[in-house]
Nanobody, 133 residues
């Protein structure tokens, strides 16, 4: 069964950085799309980035472009999210999710792909990120 474990959250000052990890097990890692979501208090869960473990294609929501970088290590079955220049509005619980790549078309718009991940993906427990001003 697909299992995901997110880690690496913490408390940082605005302008600081964190690296989150999503460790995966129970599936063939290099045939999946893996995504990061976050949820701030009182808000909907928001998809922020995803990566194809087969070809390395990445996508980002506009609010994190240029600040966050998603990457993967297929040998470790792990996806990372490097978060730089953190802002208080980045505060929230961060989750990772995965779907088999066959569920996401190569031409799927980012928003639609993230909806598929949100609705049909396998999820791990979240890790708290708090950015103080």
């Amino acid at each position: 069964d697909v299992q995901l474990q997110a880690s690496g959250g913490g408390l940082v000052q605005a302008g600081g950085f964190l690296r989150l990890s999503c460790a995966a097990s129970g599936f063939t890692f290099d045939t999946y799309v893996i995504a990061w979501f976050r949820q701030a208090p009182g808000k909907e869960r928001e998809g922020i980035s995803c990566i194809s473990t087969s070809d390395g294609t990445t996508y980002y929501v506009d609010s994190v472009k240029g600040r966050f970088t998603i990457s993967k290590d297929n040998g470790k079955n792990t996806v990372y999210l490097q978060m730089n220049s953190l802002k208080p509005e980045d505060t929230g619980v961060y989750f990772c999710a995965a779907v088999h790549e066959s569920l996401v078309s190569a031409t799927e718009p980012f928003g639609q792909a993230m909806k598929i991940l949100r609705d049909f993906g396998s999820w791990g427990q979240g890790t708290q990120v708090t950015v103080s001003s």
